[in-house]
Structures are given as C-alpha cells and as structure tokens.
C-alpha cells in the first residue's frame, strides 16, 4: 500500500509545484526549478549506471552458459574496453597516445583517439547499414507506391516529384519540378509535420495529467491498488 501511495503522492505534489512554477516567475519557483534540475542529472546518472551493470550483467551471462548469440556478447566486451581505453588512454598515457599520431586530448576532439574510432570505425559501418536498409526501403517503396487509391496515387506522384527533383534529371525533364518539390516540402509536409507535433503535444499533456492525478499507474509496476 505504501509502496504505491508514497510514489503517486510524489508524482501528484511535484507535478502540481512544476505547472504552477511555469506560470508564477518568482525566485522561489525559479530556485526549485534549478534545485530539480540538478537531482535530475544526478539520478540520471545513476539510472545510466544500472542500465550499464545491466547491460555487463546480461552479456557476462551470455557468454558463462555459452547461450546462442555469445559471440555478439565477446565483441560488445571488445570494443566496449577499446572504447574505455580510447576515453581515458590520452589522460593516462599521453605519450604513447601521441607515438600512434593521435592527440592527446580529451573527448571527440578532431585527431583524438574517439574521433578515430568514429571516423574509422562507427561511420563505415552505419554508411554500411544505411547502404543495406536502401534497397529494403526500396522494395518497400514499391509496394507501397503501387496506385491502388486516390491517397497511393497522390503518394505516388509526390514521390516521383521529390525524387526527380533532388537531380538533375528533374530540371532537364520539366523546369517546374525542383520548384514544386519545394513546394511540397514547405507546405504539405510541413503542415503534416505540425499536425503531428500539435498531436504529440496534446497526448504528452494528457498523459501527464493522467500520472498526476493517479489514472495512470503503469510506472509503479502494475495496476492493482
């Protein structure tokens, strides 16, 4: 009983403090704001540090009961260490840092040791997964794009539009595709684009309330009382 009512009396008062310091710009909703703010950073550093034991915990098992897929598991290790190193080599060893042509600086840094794990590492390989899921998104399009309906066929068409206009080829065939590609862009998408974030916003706002008043409980773990 406790263990529910404390967290949603919790939920309830802060979140009644935080609308009402949103509209009253006084020292003291101010100091409250920056006071929460700094309890958030530190408990999201802690939630980062149980994901990461986690993470640890799981894959360590993994590869001790040699479950399928243990292997993934050895390369997380790998480069999860080559990456620890990478972070804190420069700070430790800063001259055997420099003696492999890297700088000695911390963080990304261009020419320090985590740029080059970027460059040479992390962006091969997501051009790599990018260049796979095209042809996926391809074989999608297609079926997708077929003119079964009014909305497949204006779908169609604006596709054709935004994909001739993004090359030469548009401009050659007719003057006014680049043009009513920006078209599209400025005022359709960006009228459903607002249509989605105005939704998103009215939905965020529901839910919270939902939280603040107690309706939605799934964060506790369940929904008995």
């Known amino acids: 009983m406790i263990k529910r009512q404390i967290p949603?009396?919790?939920?309830?008062?802060m979140g009644i403090l935080?609308?009402?310091?949103?509209?009253?710009?006084?020292?003291?909703?101010?100091?409250?704001?920056?006071?929460?703010?700094?309890?958030?950073?530190?408990?999201?550093?802690?939630?980062?540090?149980l994901g990461l034991g986690s993470l640890v915990h799981f894959h360590y098992t993994q590869v001790v009961r040699s479950k399928p897929g243990w292997g993934f598991s050895i390369v997380l290790f790998t480069t999860f260490l080559i990456t620890i190193m990478a972070g804190f080599?420069?700070?430790?060893?800063?001259?055997?840092?420099?003696?492999?042509?890297?700088?000695?600086?911390?963080?990304?840094?261009?020419?320090?040791?985590?740029?080059?794990?970027?460059?040479?590492?992390?962006?091969?390989?997501?051009?790599t997964m990018f260049s796979i899921i095209?042809?996926?998104?391809?074989?999608?399009?297609?079926?997708?794009?077929?003119?079964?309906?009014?909305?497949?066929t204006l779908l169609l068409i604006?596709?054709?539009i935004i994909m001739l206009g993004q090359t030469p080829l548009g401009q050659m065939l007719w003057q006014a595709i680049p043009d009513t590609m920006v078209w599209?862009?400025?005022?359709?998408?960006?009228?459903?684009?607002?249509?989605?974030?105005?939704?998103?916003?009215?939905?965020?706002?529901?839910?919270?309330l939902r939280i603040i008043f107690g309706i939605e409980r799934a964060y506790l773990g369940g929904t008995k009382d």
């Open 158 to 160: 604006a596709a054709v």
């Open 184 to 208: 599209i862009f400025n005022v359709p998408t960006t009228a459903a684009k607002r249509a989605i974030l105005f939704g998103i916003a009215l939905g965020s706002i529901a839910f919270s």
């Open 89 to 127: 080599g420069p700070s430790i060893f800063p001259e055997f840092t420099q003696s492999l042509g890297l700088s000695a600086t911390l963080g990304m840094e261009e020419g320090s040791s985590l740029d080059w794990i970027f460059q040479n590492s992390i962006k091969p390989l997501s051009a």
């Open 8 to 13: 949603l009396i919790i939920a309830f008062v």
């Open 18 to 49: 935080f609308i009402i310091q949103y509209f009253v710009p006084h020292k003291w909703s101010q100091d409250m704001q920056i006071w929460v703010s700094e309890w958030i950073i530190i408990i999201g550093g802690i939630a980062f540090m």
């Open 134 to 152: 095209g042809f996926f998104i391809a074989s999608a399009a297609f079926r997708a794009f077929r003119a079964r309906s009014i909305e497949a």
